[in-house]
């Protein structure tokens, strides 16, 4: 089956700095992936839709320019998290949907453990 | 978006059969009622799709009535290894629609 990748997949960093989050598609090329963020006990929430060649479309109340979407090609997505705040400290998990499913059935990353000091 | 509405948690005990409602009561003609599995940690796993009627395969079935305002997830003989959350989405039947995640139902399986 489809394998969705994420790197790290935990990291530990100092409040003010920018962490970069990527995602990758390992057998399939994807010209969309979903980025999410889920708290402790939470559900996921939609950040944002990364379109290969364009710029990312965000959710509403999520800051495009503290949460940097790059789609460098199709099988990569990547988050940058700048200046990053102890409230950032989250759960990070993007998705991606191979182009040729007969369903609208995404395939999810592992995750990456943010936590801001 | 059609919205989805689940019980928060469960509890069952292993070998049970496990059934989980989901009610979607502005689903559109287009929406295909889908479910996934998410073991603390992780990534959400794709468990079943359907539009109608009844879906079996290797994990889950899928229980949908003709006015598909709700479906029912059934998992058989539960193990412990089943403890997770279990998310009803309801998404277009195209490829590379979001996906908007409700609250889930927390599973607790127990020996």
């Known amino acids: 089956g489809a394998v969705v990748s994420q790197h790290p997949s935990w990291v530990i960093c100092k409040s003010g700095t920018s962490v970069k989050i990527e995602c990758r598609s390992l057998?399939?090329?994807?010209?969309?992936m979903f980025w999410y963020r889920q708290f402790p006990k939470q559900s996921l929430m939609l950040m944002a839709t990364s379109n290969e060649g364009s710029k990312a479309t965000y959710e509403q109340g999520v800051e495009k320019d503290k949460f940097l979407i790059n789609h460098a090609s199709l099988t990569l997505s990547t988050l940058t998290v700048t200046s990053a705040h102890p409230e950032d400290s989250s759960f990070y998990i993007c998705?991606?949907?191979?182009?040729?499913?007969?369903?609208?059935?995404?395939?999810f990353g592992p995750g990456t453990r943010l936590t801001v000091l | 978006l059609a919205k989805t509405t689940q019980p928060i948690s469960m509890d069952s005990y292993e070998g049970q059969e496990v059934n989980i409602t989901c009610s979607h009561n502005?689903?559109?003609?287009?929406?295909?009622i889908t479910w996934y599995q998410q073991f603390p940690s992780q990534g959400p796993r794709f468990i079943i799709q359907?539009?109608?009627t009844k879906v079996t395969n290797e994990v889950a079935s899928l229980f949908i009535p003709a006015d598909r305002k709700s479906s029912t997830l059934s998992l058989p003989r539960v193990s412990l290894s089943d403890t997770a959350v279990y998310y009803c989405l309801v998404v277009g039947n195209n490829a590379g629609n979001m996906l908007t995640f409700g609250g889930g139902t927390r599973l607790m399986v127990k020996p």
């Open positions: 057998d399939f090329q994807a010209t969309t």
């Open positions: 998705s991606a949907c191979p182009p040729l499913a007969g369903y609208n059935e995404q395939f």
């Open positions: 502005n689903i559109a003609t287009n929406d295909y």
């Open positions: 359907g539009y109608k």
